[in-house]
């Protein structure tokens, strides 16, 4: 188990609830969610909805299970699916969309996440008995495994224009799409208008302990809710998940500034140490990826190196770290684990 004393830049999932989300659990009205009758929740998912800008919502337990939710509600077994072939939904979500959902994964590569429309109509194909029916496209904003990067508005307008004319949906794996309106100083809605439906995490950097929520039509939210149910995702008395959630939509956007300045702060240190690798540009929103290969040691090794000194760190690949800034990293950690970072490198320098 970690502790408090440790860095733990593993992820911006480690966040805790602030004291008045704590607060707002202890106090929140309840109700049986499953009947329709918890008032927080569903003042929750108004909001949601509002915020970005479609008809209805819908608070699930992860953003596992919103991913698992909107591709059975946007799809019938069998259908094909496209989507980035670095996606979360493709590489962490345990094959859900193939075992549980009964879809065929199409990936296809993307810059930074960003696909290109021209590779999506190529992906779509036409209509042969031989080949599974396109269904849906799925983006993900900000993109993980790129390293946090933003897909860009006119991006997805451009993926959507192609959707549409196939007659097919684009849906958005939004788990951080305010981080991305945050890089871009703009409205969420300017992302979310170009999709049919999407999801974001409230338990990420909103801070909030659990909870996702899908976004989209009526209709599409209605089948979500059943769909929800199918997979044993109907709460109860789910305003306790969801009195955070209101707190995380009113007070926690815009705070996600300083988790990027933070990031900055990070890779222009990592930078400059001499044996790290980083490429800047992609360093857009909380996270910072580098590559530890010119040092002769993996990347587990050295987080291991890091975890020994109290700093936590993920593997991306064999010799790529990952780190995440969130509420609860200030400046002084970001200075401490860069001078722990060159204090690493140096020692192993002198070894070799
Ligand atoms: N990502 C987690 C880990 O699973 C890697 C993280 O620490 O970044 N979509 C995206 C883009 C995500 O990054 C994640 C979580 C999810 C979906 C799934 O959310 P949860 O963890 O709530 O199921």
Request: proline fraction near 3%; include cysteine.
């Amino acid at each position: 188990m970690k502790t408090k004393e440790f860095i733990d830049l593993r992820s911006d999932t480690v966040t805790l609830p602030t004291e008045e989300m704590l607060e707002a659990i202890r106090h929140a009205e309840l109700g049986d969610d499953v009947f329709g009758d918890d008032p927080t929740v569903n003042k929750l998912e108004e909001l949601a909805a509002k915020k970005m800008g479609k008809e209805a919502a819908l608070l699930v337990a992860s953003g596992t299970q919103a991913n698992l939710v909107s591709l059975m509600s946007n799809t019938k077994r069998g259908d094909l699916v496209i989507l980035e072939a670095e996606s979360h939904m493709y590489w962490y979500e345990v094959g859900g969309l193939s075992a549980i959902a009964g879809l065929l994964p199409w990936p296809i590569e993307s810059n930074l996440g960003v696909l290109d429309p021209k590779d999506v109509e190529v992906a779509i194909r036409p209509k042969d008995i031989h080949f599974p029916e396109p269904a849906l496209i799925c983006i993900e904003n900000t993109h993980n495994r790129h390293g946090g990067t933003v897909v860009e508005p006119d991006q997805i307008k451009a993926v959507s224009e192609v959707t549409k004319a196939h007659g097919l949906k684009l849906y958005m794996d939004g788990a951080r799409i305010f981080n991305a309106a945050v890089a871009l100083k703009v409205d969420v809605k300017e992302f979310t208008k170009h999709v049919d439906n999407l999801m974001f995490c409230l338990s990420k950097g909103l801070s909030c302990p659990v909870g996702s929520i899908v976004v989209g039509n009526q209709e599409f939210i209605e089948k979500a809710r059943k769909t929800r149910k199918i997979l044993g995702g109907g709460m109860r008395q789910a305003g306790i998940i969801a009195a955070p959630g209101i707190i995380a939509l009113e007070k926690m956007i815009d705070r996600l500034e300083e988790d990027h300045k933070n990031a900055r702060l990070l890779a222009e240190g990592i930078a400059k140490v001499d044996g790290l690798a980083i490429n800047l540009g992609i360093v857009q929103t909380n996270m910072v990826h580098f590559d530890v290969g010119e040092l002769g040691i993996t990347a587990n090794q050295f987080i291991s190196e890091l975890e020994e000194n109290s700093v936590l760190a993920l593997t991306l690949a064999e010799n790529k770290i990952r780190m995440v800034t969130h509420r609860g990293i200030e400046k002084e950690h970001i200075e401490k684990t860069l001078s722990i970072l060159e204090s690493i490198v140096k020692e192993l320098r002198l070894k070799r």
